[in-house]
């Protein structure tokens, strides 16, 4: 059986060049944010980068979960409104009728996003770890097919070390070079599966159970 819920993660290292000063890019600002957005970032005093990479990350996982729904959607930041009661501890994204709940986890290296269609994160686990110096492949051919790097290679065996068992990631082609979001395989079940990294992080997160 297909999943039914989808999820989304992303994960933003906050060690790379040009991090802790995207906020100064207005050209970037008004791409990416809305007005409310930016004025939440710029009135961060001495925390304007995390806010900025936290709605960053926010706007990426829930893009994550829009595509699996509407194959044909295109990402435009700036359509997905960040927005919430006790914004970065928990929130959601609208995104014209949708409604994507959002949980963050601010570590001091990087700021990691879940996000999901369902209504909370009940059944939802994931995980954030650091690249290894070196790692053994055990891939088969249709999962590396869409295998594109040493990240990508590594996010996925970290994943499958991770659940254990007898685990695939699968990304269905979609023809002209271009693969659908990652499945996860378990024991033969077919899981709702993200996969992010970004510098030395890796990050996956998968739908456990659904109601």
């Known amino acids: 059986m297909r999943p039914t819920v989808q999820v989304g993660n992303d994960v933003v290292a906050l060690s790379g060049p ?3 000063q995207k906020h100064l890019d207005q050209r970037f600002m008004a791409r990416v944010f809305s007005p409310s957005e ?3 970032i710029l009135s961060a005093s001495g925390h304007e980068s995390q806010v900025l990479w936290a709605l960053w990350a926010a706007k990426e996982s829930s893009f994550k979960v829009v595509r699996k729904r509407d194959p044909d959607a295109v990402f ?6 960040v927005e919430g009661d006790d914004l970065f501890t928990s929130g959601w994204v609208t995104y014209g009728h949708l409604k994507i709940a959002l949980r963050w986890e601010f570590h001091p290296s990087y700021i990691h996003c879940l996000a999901t269609s369902a209504s909370d994160f009940t059944g939802i ?4 770890s650091r690249m290894e110096s070196s790692i053994i492949s055990n891939l088969d051919a249709e999962e590396k097919a869409s295998v ?3 990240a990508s290679l590594q ?9 254990g068992g007898r685990v695939r990631i699968v990304r269905r082609p979609l023809g002209e070079g271009l693969f659908g979001p990652p499945l996860l395989f378990v024991e ?9 990294h970004d510098g030395e992080w890796l990050a996956a997160a998968f739908v456990r159970h659904e109601s």
Request: positive net charge.
């Open 18 to 20: 040009g991090v802790g």
């Open 38 to 40: 930016r004025n939440l």
């Open 76 to 81: 435009a930041h700036a359509l997905f409104i």
């Open 125 to 128: 686990k994931h995980v954030v």
């Open 148 to 150: 594109h790097s040493p």
């Open 155 to 163: 996010v996925r065996m970290m994943t499958k070390k991770w659940i």
């Open 188 to 196: 033969g079940r077919e899981f709702d599966l993200s996969l992010s």
